[in-house]
Structures are given as structure tokens and as C-alpha cells.
């Protein structure tokens, strides 16, 4: 049997000062402890929980892919255009 990553769906609550309480299990999957500060990201109408460390991780990965992006842009232009695009027209 293969393990997943994801949990199970839990249903929690706000109380009245908008604070959300996490399962254990949420807790456990997120690799903190009691305590810990956690990154909180808006997305649209959903909100991304992650441990301060992954949440630096990915930015860190983002912007390094960011910066590959921006200096190979002719390149990947140019293969993007396909094999023909250099070829004489017949």
C-alpha cells in the first residue's frame, strides 16, 4: 500500500476571535509543535497553512526559478518557436 501525503478532510470552526484550531494530526503532518508560528497565504477564497521553514523553502525555490527564467528568456523563446522556425520557406 502506498502512503499519501494528504489527510483526511476535517470540518473545525472559527470562534468569535476569528482563530481556527488545528487537529493533532494537522499539526503532526505540518512537522511543528505546539507553538510554532506558521506561514498563513491568502489564495483566492482558500488559505495555505505551512510551517515557517517550508513556507521560506518555497520561496526560496520560486525565486531562484524566477531568476532562471528571466536570464535563459531568449532560449526558451527560441525553442519555443520549433525546429522550422530557422529553416528557409520551401
Known amino acids: 500500500m502506498v502512503e499519501s501525503d494528504t489527510m483526511s478532510k476535517t470540518?473545525?470552526?472559527i470562534d468569535q476571535a476569528a482563530s481556527v484550531s488545528?487537529?493533532?494530526e494537522a499539526v503532526d503532518a505540518l512537522g511543528v509543535e505546539p507553538g510554532a508560528?506558521?506561514?498563513?497565504e491568502i489564495i483566492g477564497r482558500a488559505?495555505?497553512?505551512?510551517s515557517v521553514e517550508e513556507a521560506e523553502r518555497s520561496r526560496?525555490?520560486?525565486?531562484s526559478f524566477e531568476s532562471i527564467l528571466t536570464r535563459r528568456r531568449s532560449a526558451y523563446d527560441e525553442l519555443a518557436k520549433g525546429p522550422?522556425?530557422?529553416?528557409p520557406a520551401k
Not at 37 to 40: I, Q, W
Not at 60 to 63: T, V
Open 47 to 50: 488559505l495555505l497553512v505551512r
Open 37 to 40: 508560528e506558521l506561514d498563513v
Open 84 to 87: 522550422d522556425s530557422n529553416s
Open 22 to 24: 488545528l487537529p493533532p
Open 11 to 13: 470540518t473545525t470552526t
Open 60 to 63: 526560496e525555490f520560486i525565486d
